[in-house]
C-alpha cells in the first residue's frame, strides 16, 4: 500500500478502526450547484456531506481542534469539506490549514473539492504538506455533467448548460494533473445518479486513471428534498455493485465512505458526540485570537559518522544529521555543520541556536555542560547506543532511553575523560 494511504482512516480500511478524524467547517460558500445538494447548517440529526451545526473561522477552528484533541488524542487527520467548496472562498481553507500546521507539525491535512478551482492552489496545498485531497467528479462529457450541475462560476460570472460543464470538466482535469504534479494522494468521490451517470462511471473510471487519480469512491445519490435530484429514486445495491465492479476494473474502489457531515469529528462511523457539537457552537461565539503557535520543534538531531550507528559524541561530531518524521518512518532532511570548538560556552549557545527546531539531540556521549546548555534551551539530549533508527524512534515518541539502548560507560565514568564529552569544549 502506498505509506502515505496508512494512519488514514478514508483510505485505509485497517486504520478506520484506530484513527479518527476531523472536519472543521469553515467553508460556507459553494461556487457550484449540484442538482442534489441541499447546505443545511444546523441539522444535528443528518449525517451526510454539506450538513454542520457551525460555521467556524480559521480561528476558532482551530481552538475547536485542540478541544477534540484533548478528547479524541487518536485523531490523525485534519480535513476541510464544507459545508460548501474549501475553495469558493480558498483564503478561509488555506488560512485553517496554515494555523493547523504551525501548530501540529505532524498531522495529517485533507481537502475535499468540487475541483473548479483547487489547481490554482496546488503549490501552497503542497508547501502546507496537504496530503490527500478528494475531488468529486461525477462524469466527464458535457451531456451528463450539465444535467448534474445547475450552474458553474466563472469568475463573478454565472454559466449554466453546456458552458458550466465544460468549464468544470477542464478545470476538473486540470485539479487531477496538478495535484499529483505535487505528489498528492488523490481520490475521486462520483455520486452514482440513476439514470443520469450510471453508465458512464465504468469509463469515468478509466479516464481518471489516465490522469494519475490513485482510488475511487463511487457513493449511492442520496435523494435531498427540494433539490432538482429531490424525486430520484436511489440506487439500489445490484447497481452499486455493479459500478464498482466495473469502475473497480481501472481504479482501486474504496467501499468504506461514510458520507461524513462537514464538520464530522471521531472515528468512521461513529455519531456526532454532544461534547463536539458543544465544542463546535462555544468555538464560534468565541471571538478570542487563536493563541501564537508553540514554538515548533519539528525535528531530531543525531551524532552518527556512516548514518546507520549512533557512534558519536556530541563533543567530536562535526556534524548532525536532521531528520523529520515521515508517516511510517524517519527522512533525513539535511546535515548542519556543528560550531568549531575552544570556543567555551559560546559554542553551545551557538548549538542550541543551530538545534532551534529539534525537539532532541541523539548522541553515544555528552558532557554535563553541554547536556544543561541543551536542555534549558528546549532540546532534549538523548545518550545511547545502537540503531539511529532505534534512537530517532524513541526520540520522536518522546520516551525515556529504553535499558537496551543506554550506554554501558556515561561520559567520565569509564574513560577517565573529564565527564565533559569527549574533546568538549
Ligand atoms: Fe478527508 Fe474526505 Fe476523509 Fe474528510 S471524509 S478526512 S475530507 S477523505
Ligand atoms: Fe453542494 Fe459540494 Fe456540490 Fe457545492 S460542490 S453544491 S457544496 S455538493
Redesign the pocket.
Known sequence: MNTLLKN????DAGARHKHA?I?LPVAPACNVQCAFCNRKFDCLNESRPGVTSAILSPQQALRHLFQVLDRRPETS?????GPGDPFAQPELTLETLRLVRAHLPDMLL???TNGLNVAAHADELARLKVS?V?LTINGLHPAIVSRVYEWVMDGDQRLTGFDAANLLIKRQIAAVLALKAQGMVV?INSIIIPGVNDRHLGELANMLRELGADVMNCIPLIPVPGTKFGELSPPGADLVARIRTEAGRHLPQMEH??R?RAD?AGK?GEDMCEDVVESLQAASRDETPAPPPAPVRPYVAVASREGMLINQHLGEAERLAIYAKAPDNFELIGVRETPPRGEGDARWEALAALLHDCCAVVVSGVGRKPAEFLTTRGVRVLEMEGMVADGLEVAFAGQAVPLHLRKVNRCGTGCGGSGNGCRCG
Do not use: E, S
Not at 488514514?8 to 483510505?11: E, T
Not at 487527520?77 to 469539506?81: E, H, L, T
Open positions: 488514514h482512516p478514508c483510505f478524524r472536519h487527520v485534519v480535513g476541510i469539506a485533507c481537502v475535499a490527500h478528494t481520490k465512505c461514510m461524513c464530522a468512521l
